[in-house]
């Protein structure tokens, strides 16, 4: 019986570096929940009444501060600070209010797909048909009736896939993906129950040495006894077939990675940021756990007997100006408070600047980015990493668009555009840049069209440079002679 569930190695590798991301970004209460994993016991009393509520009070404490989740989303916003370069044909244009048949628009899927890409380094685009095995006429496809969607999918959801060579091209041989899906009949209008599907996609050879994209999604048997075996869901195999009824000759499935869309796993580029992060939030847990305990003054006397105290201190002992304490001859009184202790604040503090320099500018503002040599690594380390993420989303996505356009029509790929901004290095030129600019314009440096160029990237100039010629002459305000 085949193992449909096998998930390869370097999947289950990652999966903890995934979760680790994935819920740094999520915040601060996905970590906490996190309990043990993130945030360790600080006491060996971990079983009893005592050490359970100590620990408790301790992960209440503690502060989460989500560097990674804003920093993904401050990296995500520059690219989308322009929006996409769109064009596609008539029979793909029609989806992009609804890419994905659950009303997801184009760009807000993109968006998600960018930070999957930049936070974890790899997802897959999937092209689906669902609904018909047959080629849907031209009135099911203008009624929307039957119709192609394109599903994001997240990179623990990808468990397993090959490649092969076909006449000469690299093509996907195999994808398995996990899902999760609706048992049939266990919805009662409110209550339903779920379980876990697998949905493979194989390339198949057919008669004449052509290939087919075959779909079989599979499911657990009811077993009461050991071992594992699985079944086709109702319906399946399907062989995937385009709008004029042929079997589709490849997978519609395209992975997205930082690095590159090929199958294998790019390192996530948000780990060591959401590493230092979770030990930013250990070093706060011993901080405030401290603050707690010797935060404050605690009243010390010497001197004093039992009897004393019996007499005299039965109701307690009252502070304050207004209230006065007898003590015996040769007694004392005073007032206990602990040095500042600010190793674990430290700590905290050098974990801060690390992240910074991983990227995380949105920790708090900056004075200075020191030499403009330092500035220019520090803006091309982080612009490659999300210009080679932006791109790569991009292609995957004019290829996914292209798979998807052969359940409806023929479509040129060529003709389908599709294009994240990339153009966000210089958009937080400051006036003072801008000033420079100018100056070398004005003092014959650079070219008029070279300063546009610049001012262009910095988000300031929007028309082209003819058009921008025109209005400015015919805005200029002619200044009379003294």
């Known amino acids: 019986m085949p193992k449909v569930n096998f998930k390869r190695k370097e999947v289950s590798d990652h999966e903890k570096s995934w979760a680790l991301i994935s819920d740094c970004v999520a915040g601060e209460e996905t970590v906490k929940k996190g309990k043990e994993l993130y945030l360790p016991r600080p006491t060996a009393e971990a079983d009893t009444t005592y050490g359970k509520a100590r620990y408790q009070a301790y992960v209440l404490r503690a502060v989460f501060y989500n560097v990674s989740g804003r920093t993904l989303e401050g990296l995500v916003g520059q690219v989308f600070s322009k929006d996409p370069e769109i064009d596609l044909p008539t029979d793909l244009e029609r989806y992009i209010p609804d890419i994905d048949g659950a009303g997801t628009p184009l760009v807000q899927q993109s968006k998600a797909t960018l930070g999957l890409t930049v936070g974890l380094g790899h997802c897959g685009l999937l092209s689906d048909y669902p609904g018909s095995t047959e080629a849907a006429t031209?009135?099911?496809?203008?009624?929307?009736?039957?119709?192609?969607?394109?599903?994001?999918?997240?990179p623990?959801?990808?468990?397993?896939?090959?490649?092969?060579?076909?006449?000469?091209?690299?093509?996907?041989?195999?994808?398995?993906?996990?899902?999760?899906?609706?048992?049939?009949?266990?919805?009662?209008?409110?209550?339903?129950?779920?379980?876990?599907?697998?949905?493979?996609?194989?390339?198949?050879?057919?008669?004449?040495?052509?290939?087919?994209?075959?779909?079989?999604?599979?499911?657990?048997?009811?077993?009461?006894?050991?071992?594992?075996?699985?079944?086709?869901?109702?319906?399946?195999?399907?062989?995937?077939?385009?709008?004029?009824?042929?079997?589709?000759?490849?997978?519609?499935?395209?992975?997205?990675?930082?690095?590159?869309?090929?199958?294998?796993?790019?390192?996530?580029?948000?780990?060591?940021?959401?590493?230092?992060?979770?030990?930013?939030?250990?070093?706060?847990?011993?901080?405030?756990?401290?603050?707690?305990?010797?935060?404050?003054?605690?009243?010390?006397?010497?001197?004093?007997?039992?009897?004393?105290?019996?007499?005299?201190?039965?109701?307690?002992?009252?502070?304050?100006?207004?209230?006065?304490?007898?003590l015996p001859k040769d007694a004392n009184?005073?007032?206990?408070?602990?040095?500042?202790?600010?190793?674990?604040?430290?700590?905290?503090?050098?974990?801060?600047?690390?992240?910074?320099?991983?990227?995380?500018?949105?920790?708090?503002?900056?004075?200075?980015?020191?030499?403009?040599?330092?500035?220019?690594i520090e803006e091309s380390s982080e612009s490659s990493t999300l210009a080679s993420a932006a791109k790569n989303v991009s292609v995957a996505y004019r290829k996914a668009l292209w798979n998807a356009s052969r359940f409806v029509a023929d479509v040129n790929p060529e003709d389908i555009v599709f294009e994240l901004n990339c153009d966000f290095a210089a958009s937080m030129a400051s006036p003072e840049d801008r000033q420079q600019t100018v100056a070398e314009w004005q003092g014959g440096l650079i070219t008029y069209e070279e300063a546009r160029t610049q001012l262009r990237k910095a988000g300031i100039a929007t028309e082209e440079d003819e058009a921008a010629k025109t209005k400015a002459a015919d805005t200029i305000i002619p200044v009379e002679p003294m």
């Not at 031209?138 to 997240?154: A, F, N, S, Y």
Request: overall charge negative; hydrophobic content about 40%.
């Open 333 to 376: 009184a005073f007032l206990l408070h602990a040095d500042a202790n600010s190793i674990a604040a430290e700590a905290m503090k050098h974990k801060e600047d690390q992240m910074k320099s991983l990227g995380a500018k949105l920790i708090e503002p900056t004075s200075s980015k020191g030499t403009a040599t330092e500035a220019l």
């Open 156 to 326: 623990e959801d990808i468990i397993n896939w090959r490649v092969t060579v076909v006449g000469g091209e690299t093509l996907l041989s195999l994808v398995v993906l996990e899902e999760e899906a609706i048992i049939e009949d266990s919805d009662d209008g409110f209550e339903f129950k779920t379980e876990t599907r697998w949905r493979e996609i194989r390339l198949v050879e057919v008669e004449g040495g052509n290939f087919a994209a075959v779909v079989t999604v599979w499911r657990k048997k009811d077993k009461t006894t050991g071992g594992e075996e699985f079944e086709p869901v109702q319906g399946f195999p399907v062989v995937l077939q385009d709008h004029r009824g042929q079997p589709l000759d490849r997978i519609p499935f395209e992975f997205v990675g930082s690095t590159n869309n090929e199958p294998h796993i790019d390192k996530a580029p948000l780990l060591d940021l959401a590493t230092l992060n979770v030990a930013h939030y250990r070093n706060s847990a011993d901080y405030e756990e401290g603050v707690f305990i010797t935060g404050q003054d605690q009243l010390v006397m010497t001197g004093l007997s039992q009897e004393w105290m019996d007499k005299n201190f039965k109701d307690g002992v009252k502070l304050g100006s207004r209230s006065a304490i007898a």
């Open 138 to 154: 031209k009135q099911d496809i203008e009624t929307l009736k039957i119709r192609p969607r394109i599903i994001l999918i997240k």
